[in-house]
């Protein structure tokens, strides 16, 4: 979370401006919550400059729970065809194939999930209902640095793209999707809230055992409200937005300017460790991740004493995922570049002491 977003919050905690209640004690029907929700909405499509022929949509049940809603929604009981590039897609492949025929058109498990399919390549069936794929993978450090655009490769299904880990870090193409998801729990705001954004033709189809609470029609046509929505967490993701939108760098502004850090942030890490040969990184060159990192030590007996320095130096949550292993280095939105020159300069510190 951006520092100024948690002071923001914390002054306001018990009085929300002037209102006389915490954000937390209001009704989410009363005018109060309204404002913010109105707000939150409108500075997001903004932010993202999102269409006004797609819906957003404030949900709960996380990147988890949109892996069994979107096949609810959208599959119409058809196949659909899932892009394998990950631990995120191979998750949101399996919960699918409850619903429907979920089919896989691509993969990269043979290369041990460390390239991207080649779009050209993929197996999109001429039936798909979607096209899934996941456009940053946080455990294997894998980002798509364009979308694909379906309708080249002589596709008509919509793209669903599941975004939680890079959403607001760079611009959306919003041409090239149908439907993008996202916990806010990465680079938004607090765990809780679910962001959907998804165009309108899209609504409309569910299967008819979609949870009612869980079907996009029902949601968009009561603002996000059919059931009480997570309204700490919309509260504390409408203050991010603001925060992003007034963001400069370098004379742009908003998600441009953030795109700009994020770029830097990443070169910065990648090309130190590419520059030595005491660590590495095993992803293709061409879709490494501005927001995960994962790198190894060439001798992993040093795993240990390389996390408990980073400790000491105010280093935290640098353990890679157990399923990858080594190190990962999460630099989402409101990690600043200084976060990441002090990453660089604990690890050439430790490098020059331990060779
Ligand atoms: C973190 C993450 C999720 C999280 O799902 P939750 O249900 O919110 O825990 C989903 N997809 C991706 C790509 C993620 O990085």
């Not at 399996?94 to 290369?111: G, H, P």
Request: aromatic residues 8%; proline residues 4%; glycine residues 10%.
């Amino acid at each position: 979370m951006p520092e100024a977003v948690l002071r923001q919050a914390a002054a306001e905690m018990l009085d929300w401006r002037g209102s006389g209640m915490s954000v937390m004690e209001m009704s989410h029907r009363g005018k109060e919550f309204g404002v913010i929700l109105a707000q939150a909405e409108s500075d997001l499509r903004a932010l993202l400059a999102v269409p006004a022929h797609f819906h957003i949509l404030f949900m709960q049940g996380g990147g988890l729970g949109e892996n069994a809603i979107v096949p609810l929604n959208l599959s119409r009981g058809g196949p659909v065809d899932f892009v394998i590039t990950g631990s995120w897609s191979i998750k949101s492949h399996k919960e699918a194939q409850r619903y429907c025929a979920a089919r896989i058109a691509a993969s990269n498990a043979a290369d041990g999930h460390l390239s991207l399919p080649e779009p050209a390549t993929w197996q999109i069936g001429g039936d798909a209902a979607y096209v899934h794929l996941c456009s940053n993978e946080t455990i294997n450090g894998i980002e798509f640095q364009q979308l694909p655009d379906l309708a080249a490769l002589g596709s008509k299904a919509p793209l669903v793209i599941d975004f939680s880990s890079h959403v607001a870090s760079r611009p959306v193409d919003w041409s090239r999707v149908g439907l993008a998801f996202g916990g806010a729990q990465k680079n938004l705001g607090p765990a809780g809230l679910t962001i959907v954004v998804v165009r309108d033709d899209l609504l409309g189809h569910a299967l008819e055992i979609c949870p009612s609470a869980f079907n996009y029609k029902t949601v968009a046509d009561n603002q996000s409200m059919y059931n009480t929505p997570p309204t700490w967490g919309i509260y504390m993701a409408g203050l991010t937005f603001q925060w992003l939108r007034e963001q400069t760098e370098g004379g742009l502004t908003g998600i441009e300017a953030m795109e700009q850090r994020n770029i830097a942030k990443a070169r910065l890490l990648y090309d130190f460790i590419d520059g030595s040969s005491f660590y590495l990184n095993k992803v293709a060159a061409n879709c490494r991740s501005r927001m995960n990192v994962p790198f190894f030590l060439a001798d992993e007996s040093r795993n240990d004493a390389f996390l408990s320095g980073a400790r000491t130096a105010g280093l935290l949550q640098l353990k890679g995922h157990k399923s990858v292993g080594g190190m990962r280095a999460s630099i989402y939105n409101a990690m600043p570049l200084e976060g990441v020159q002090a990453l660089v300069n604990y690890m050439r510190e430790f490098e020059r002491s331990h060779v």
